[in-house]
């Protein structure tokens, strides 16, 4: 069956703007996670859904990172006002959700602010 | 907190074994591996959620020693497949499905 896919496998913008990120979880995996992973490092925890509501948003590094999944499915990774900094590739992952703790991992969104 | 990994980076030849350790400061309640190769998405090889629980891939393997707050990811009689980076995850609560805090990666290569 189908993975996860992101999209856009590439973003480049500029700083200041605005970016949306998007990823489509497997069908029926209720659990989605959002990660950003830097050049060299590990992937970093950003948000966690189950279902439509973030479990955990403690990654979330300020107030301009924002993520949604409103119907329990797509998720949208927001980031205004974007800063040099925030370049790095964003990795969605999705789970079942029922307890055997293997995340699936999308290609990924390579962001870079120029 | 982040686990540590170490070594960072390992070369070995072909069909020689590796060890690759991961460790925390904080009491843990399940260890995830993964593996990434160049380019690509990390990819699931096994989580233990018990101290003291070991478990076996082919020939990669792991152990979980909950009052060390340390796990262990064995790969013997290595295959050139067997190149990329090698993540250990840790979750702080009790729960198979929960956000997992990657370590820094020990980047494998596997020379023919």
């Known amino acids: 069956g189908a993975g996860v896919s992101q999209t856009p496998s590439n973003k480049v913008t500029e700083k200041g703007k605005y970016v949306e990120l998007r990823c489509d979880p497997i069908s029926g995996h209720t659990a989605l996670y959002w990660y950003r992973q830097s050049l060299g490092q590990g992937p970093e925890f950003l948000i966690y859904f189950q279902g439509t509501g973030a479990a955990d948003d403690s990654g979330l590094p300020n107030d301009r990172f924002f993520a949604v999944r409103p119907e329990g499915s797509v998720s949208t990774l927001k980031i205004q006002r974007t800063e040099r900094g925030d370049s790095a590739v964003y990795l969605c992952a999705t789970s079942p959700g029922t307890g055997g703790g293997e995340q699936f991992f999308g290609p990924g969104t390579r962001l870079t602010v120029l | 907190q982040q686990p540590v990994q170490s070594p960072q980076a390992v070369i070995l030849r072909e069909g020689e074994d590796a060890v690759i350790n991961c460790s925390s400061s904080?009491?843990?309640?399940?260890v995830h591996w993964y593996r990434q190769k160049h380019g690509e998405a990390p990819v699931f090889l096994m989580i233990l959620l018990k101290g003291g629980e070991q478990k076996g891939h082919e020939k990669i393997s792991a152990s979980f020693n909950e009052k060390k707050q340390q796990s262990s990811l064995y790969l013997t009689a290595s295959q050139l497949s067997y190149s990329g980076t090698y993540f250990c995850?840790?979750?702080?609560?009790?729960?198979?499905?929960?956000?997992?805090?990657f370590g820094k990666g020990t980047r494998l290569h596997i020379l023919p």
């Open positions: 995850g840790t979750g702080i609560l009790p729960l198979a499905d929960d956000k997992i805090i």
């Open positions: 904080k009491a843990l309640y399940s």
